[in-house]
């Protein structure tokens, strides 16, 4: 059974950091490209940042870049996601997805599995 389980979610001022973990299992974690993405209340589903299994390059929405990291573990078949700066606007729920393929891709049309969210609350 595959299961992506997300967490680190939490409520933080603005400026703090937090990091997400996505635990990964039931599939060969080594060959599949990981996203992170987020949905705000009444907003679609976007692409925050995403990491290749194949050379770990990765992608970063413009409005998260210099703050956020993405890194993979493929020893602990886990990805994260370090915030930091974080602002109000980074208020959404989180998730991680697998994509099959190795290279990323934004698109969440493009993912195959998915964990089912963490919160994220910044608040001003």
């Known amino acids: 059974e595959v299961q992506l389980q997300a967490s680190g979610g939490g409520l933080v001022q603005a400026g703090g950091s937090l990091r997400l973990d996505c635990a990964a299992s039931?599939?060969?974690?080594?060959?599949?490209?990981l996203g992170w993405f987020r949905q705000a209340p009444g907003k679609e589903r976007e692409g925050v940042s995403c990491?290749?299994?194949?050379?770990?390059?990765?992608y970063y929405a413009d409005s998260v870049k210099g703050r956020f990291t993405i890194s993979r573990d493929n020893a602990k078949n886990t990805v994260y996601l370090q915030m930091n700066s974080l602002k109000p606007e980074d208020t959404a729920v989180y998730f991680c997805?697998?994509?099959?393929?190795?290279?990323?891709?934004?698109?969440?049309?493009?993912?195959?599995?998915w964990g089912q969210g963490t919160q994220v609350t910044v608040s001003s």
């Open positions: 997805a697998a994509k099959r393929m190795p290279n990323w891709s934004a698109l969440r049309g493009d993912y195959d599995y």
């Open positions: 039931g599939f060969t974690f080594d060959d599949y490209a």
């Open positions: 990491i290749s299994s194949s050379d770990g390059s990765t």
